[in-house]
Nanobody, 114 residues
């Protein structure tokens, strides 16, 4: 059984920063991809950033230069450092672990006010 527990969401003013964390537990394969997705009301869930166990990363164009994904493989934990936040970053952020199939966290709300 795989479980993902997210933390670090909250409310911040535009230009501020937040750091999200997601810890995975259970039967975790060595080779996997951990990612952050987000979903704003009335929109589809979209990929924000992903990082595989080898260190390769992928970012949505809208967050490049502002967000940084990192991970601690020993702790099976992925982080998302979000800087220079904008109101359009407001969404529920979901952690995803992919290894043969995808697993999702419960989501954490990020609200950015102008």
């Amino acid at each position: 059984q795989v479980q993902l527990v997210e933390s670090g969401g909250g409310s911040v003013q535009a230009g501020g920063s937040l750091r999200l964390s997601c810890a995975a537990s259970g039967s975790i394969f060595t080779f996997n991809t951990m990612a952050w997705y987000r979903q704003a009301p009335g929109t589809q869930r979209e990929l924000v950033a992903a990082m595989n166990s080898g260190g390769s990363t992928n970012y949505a164009d809208s967050v490049k230069g502002r967000f940084t994904i990192s991970r601690d493989n020993a702790k099976n934990t992925v982080y998302l450092q979000m800087n220079n936040l904008k109101p359009e970053d407001t969404a529920v952020y979901y952690c995803n672990l992919f290894m043969r199939r995808g697993y999702w966290g419960q989501g954490t709300q990020v609200t950015v006010s102008s």
